[in-house]
């Protein structure tokens, strides 16, 4: 039991920290590639596509008749 402990304990302070340190590289190098700041501009003005006119309502006629009387 404690073998079998020490040689896992081995594995991920070795080989688990090289493992995650290149995915953590590969991640970087990924997010900040080439042409990529277009993508993140564009997913970031998502909120702001109708920010002329409200988005179209999805309720129906008699959704929105009761939705009127609890407001008011």
Known sequence: MG??????RVFAGSWGLLFMFTVFVLVIVFVFRPGSGRIYKDTANIPFRHD?????????????AQDMEARQ
Do not use: L, V
Request: charged share 20%; hydrophobic share 25%.
């Open 3 to 8: 073998d079998t402990y020490t040689i896992m």
């Open 52 to 64: 002329d006119k409200p988005a179209p309502s999805m309720q129906t006629g008699a959704d929105s």
